[in-house]
C-alpha cells in the first residue's frame, strides 16, 4: 500500500466520522435565550365596508374617541362599517433594545370579511407579565382576495381575515435575561439524548480542558464561563460553532393515520415471523324483477326485488421475515408484497402485538 493510498484511506475514514457532525448551536439553545410572546387588542380602520358589527367595536371606539376629545351621544350607533376589531401579536427576540423594529400578526376577532386595505391604529403589545414590550402601527399586507357578483356568486382566495405588517412594532422595554449573571452557561439540547450530552460534554472539555464542562443529565450541558459580558460573548461565539456528533436515535416507527404516512427509523429490526394478509370483499346487488300472472288468470303483474350476493377474497401468499432484518430488507420486502399505506399500518401493529417488531410504535 503506497502513502497516497494511506492517505487517501484516512481521509475518507476521517470525513465519514464527521459527516453527520452538527454544531452545538444547532443541538441546542442556550439557558435564558429565549423568544418571548408578545400580546395586544386594537383597532384595523379604512376597511372598504368589510367591517365587524361587534358591540365591543363600538365601545373601543367610542372610548378611542373620548381620548381625542370627541363624545359620541349615548344610544347613537355609529355604524362601524370601515373599522373592526382585531387581536396584534408577535414575537419579542432575544436581547431586543428599545427602538428596534418587529414583525407583527393582525387577526380579526370579530365577523370582518376582510382586513385588506386596512390600517393599524396604535396598539399597545404586553407581555405575560402585563407590562408593554411594544407598540404596533400601520398598514397591513393582506394575501387573501375575494370578489362578488351582483347575483350573489363569489370566490375567496386565502385568508382575508388576517394580515401581517413587517416591522410594524417598535420595541419599548428590553427583557432582562440572567445571560451574563453567575459562573455557568447551560446548554439544553432540542432533542434530549445522553449520548449527546456526552459527546458534547467531551468536545468541549478537549477545548477548555477537564471539567470545563459536565452533563447534568439527558437534556442540558452546563460549561464554566466567564463573568465579564464581552468575554462571554466571545466565549459563547466558540463553543456555538465547535461540532458534535449527535447520538443516533431510538429504533421508532411514525405512522400518521390520517394522511398515510409511515416513516421506519434506521435501527428497526424485526423477529423471524410469517405474515399474511388479505382483504374479503362481499359486494350486493340489488335488481328489481317484474312477475307476471300466469295464462288468463285474475292477478295482478308485481315487482320483487331480486338480490345477488358475491364475495371475493384476495388470495396474497405469505412472506417470511427472516432475523436482523434492516430497514433495506423490510422496505424490500413491503414493495415485493404491493402493501398500500394502510395495510402497512395493520402489519406493523400486528407486528408490535405480536412482539416481533423491535421499535416503538408512535401514532400521531
Do not use: W
Request: overall charge negative.
Amino acid at each position: 500500500m503506497t502513502a497516497m493510498t494511506r492517505i487517501l484511506i484516512f481521509t475518507l475514514c476521517l470525513l465519514q466520522s464527521f459527516a453527520f457532525a452538527d454544531r452545538i448551536k444547532d443541538l441546542s439553545a442556550v439557558q435564558g435565550v429565549r423568544n418571548n410572546q408578545l400580546v395586544g387588542y386594537g383597532l384595523v380602520v379604512g376597511l372598504d365596508g368589510s367591517g365587524d358589527k361587534a358591540p365591543f367595536t363600538n365601545q373601543t371606539f367610542r372610548n378611542m374617541m373620548e381620548q381625542f376629545g370627541i363624545t359620541i351621544p349615548e344610544g347613537e350607533d355609529p355604524k362601524l362599517a370601515n373599522v373592526a376589531a382585531v387581536s396584534v401579536h408577535a414575537t419579542l427576540p432575544p436581547f431586543a433594545k428599545p427602538g428596534q423594529e418587529i414583525d407583527v400578526t393582525v387577526s380579526s376577532i370579530g365577523n370582518s370579511d376582510s382586513l385588506r386595505g386596512g390600517s393599524l391604529l396604535l396598539t399597545p403589545l404586553r407581555g405575560a407579565d402585563g407590562k408593554v414590550y411594544a407598540v404596533a402601527q400601520g398598514n397591513m399586507i393582506v394575501g387573501g382576495f375575494g370578489a362578488e357578483g351582483e347575483d350573489g356568486s363569489s370566490i375567496k382566495v386565502n385568508i382575508q381575515s388576517a394580515g401581517r405588517i413587517p416591522n410594524g412594532a417598535i420595541v419599548e422595554r428590553e427583557v432582562p435575561t440572567a445571560f451574563s449573571q453567575g459562573d455557568y452557561l447551560t446548554f439544553n439540547l432540542h432533542r434530549p439524548d445522553f449520548t449527546t450530552a456526552k459527546r458534547m460534554q467531551e468536545v468541549i472539555n478537549e477545548l477548555l480542558g477537564p471539567d470545563a464542562a459536565y452533563a447534568v443529565d439527558a437534556a442540558s450541558v452546563r460549561v464554566t464561563a466567564p463573568r465579564d459580558a464581552s468575554q462571554r460573548v466571545s466565549f459563547l461565539s466558540v463553543l456555538e460553532n465547535l461540532e458534535v456528533t449527535p447520538g443516533e436515535e431510538a429504533a421508532k416507527v411514525i405512522i400518521n393515520s390520517r394522511t398515510g404516512t409511515i416513516v421506519v427509523g434506521q435501527h428497526v429490526k424485526i423477529e423471524p415471523v410469517a405474515i399474511t394478509h388479505g382483504d374479503l370483499t362481499v359486494t350486493i346487488q340489488n335488481d328489481l324483477e317484474a312477475v307476471q300472472p300466469e295464462g288468463l288468470s285474475a292477478g295482478e303483474t308485481v315487482v320483487v326485488p331480486d338480490a345477488e350476493v358475491n364475495a371475493e377474497e384476495e388470495q396474497n401468499p405469505m412472506f417470511l421475515f427472516g432475523p436482523t432484518v434492516t430497514l433495506s430488507d423490510l422496505v424490500d420486502a413491503v414493495n415485493e408484497v404491493g402493501a398500500a399505506p394502510g395495510d402497512l399500518m395493520a402489519i406493523l401493529e400486528a407486528l408490535k402485538s405480536a412482539g416481533a417488531l423491535k421499535a416503538e410504535l408512535i401514532v400521531i
